[in-house]
């Protein structure tokens, strides 16, 4: 198993900029394909970004394309997520995930482990 810490988040006003970083330990970190996940008050939690292994691929959902970048550092054991303009609609918890996959875990059910979350809070 992998243990996963995010750190970073925090309240900023729209248009501001926030890295989140997920630091992990355990298991050899470039086994994992690995994603930021969120969750926002009564909604489903949802897949933000994605990076292969390699850190060759990555992949977004369209509402933070052109805003955000996933991106890892296997040398360090961590992947951060690069959050520019952000929106009062990014307010969410958002979530470290670690999958043992080639590609890109997009879905809940191929996550094997999770991070605990960090809050991202965003003022109009």
């Known amino acids: 198993q992998v243990q996963l810490v995010e750190s970073g988040g925090g309240l900023v006003q729209a248009g501001d900029s926030l890295r989140l970083s997920c630091t992990t330990s355990?298991?050899?970190?470039?086994?994992?394909?690995m994603a930021w996940f969120r969750q926002a008050p009564g909604k489903e939690r949802e897949f933000v970004a994605g990076?292969?292994?390699?850190?060759?691929?990555?992949d977004y959902v369209d509402s933070v394309k052109g805003r955000f970048t996933i991106s890892r550092d296997n040398a360090k054991n961590t992947v951060y997520l690069q959050m520019n303009s952000l929106k009062p609609e990014d307010t969410a918890v958002y979530y470290c995930?670690?999958?043992?996959?080639?590609?890109?875990?997009?879905?809940?059910?191929?996550?094997?482990?999770w991070g605990q979350g960090t809050q991202v809070t965003v003022s109009s």
């Open positions: 990076i292969t292994r390699s850190g060759r691929s990555s």
């Open positions: 355990g298991r050899t970190f470039s086994n994992y394909g």
């Open positions: 995930a670690a999958a043992l996959l080639y590609g890109i875990p997009y879905t809940e059910n191929s996550v094997t482990n």
